[in-house]
């Protein structure tokens, strides 16, 4: 299997997962809303998991099925008036910075997966505390996924600047 297809099948994986955590954090805050104001008894550390889980898996999760399809901001004021050769050696250029600042992103995010991991991070709760550790993973899957797709996105870019 090519690494692009798996590449696409992690992604399209990750904004599954992040669509459903989506709408469990709905249901979850609706649940909370509901409890505090109609029943009096608002469910405990609603805001810790979704700062913690629900937001961390909406975020980075769909990262690389949103590169995949191009679909990141950009501001394309200077390149609609250069040609497309130009636009595409500038979309290259900002592409390679782009992998630079994403891999140090996930250096960094690797080294503190492993720091929490071993202390066993948790967030302290009054009825219990809510590990967040394991979603530091989540941000290194979603930030690597993304680097990989990026990566194979410029492949693709190298070649329009090759052939333009």
């Known amino acids: 299997m090519a690494l692009d297809t798996v590449v696409n099948k992690f992604s399209a994986g990750g904004e599954i997962i992040a669509r459903m955590a989506l709408l469990l954090m709905v249901v979850h805050v609706c649940a909370e809303v509901i409890g505090r104001y109609v029943l009096n ?9 979704v700062a913690h889980y629900y937001l961390v898996a ?7 099925s949103v590169e995949l399809m191009n679909d990141h901001t950009k501001v394309e004021l200077l390149t609609e008036m250069a040609g497309p050769r130009l636009a595409a050696v500038a979309e290259l250029m900002s592409g390679i910075l782009s992998v630079g600042i ?3 992103l996930v250096v960094a995010t690797l080294q503190e997966a492993i720091a929490q991991s071993r202390v066993g991070a948790a967030a302290s709760g009054p009825f219990f505390d809510l590990l967040v550790w394991p979603t530091r993973w ?19 870019v190298w070649r329009r600047v090759c052939t333009a």
């Open 41 to 49: 008894q608002p469910l405990p550390m609603t805001i810790e998991i």
């Open 58 to 64: 909406v975020i980075f999760l769909p990262m690389a």
């Open 102 to 104: 994403l891999s140090l």
């Open 138 to 156: 989540l941000v290194l899957v979603g930030l690597g996924l993304f680097l990989v797709a990026l990566v194979l996105r410029l492949i693709g």
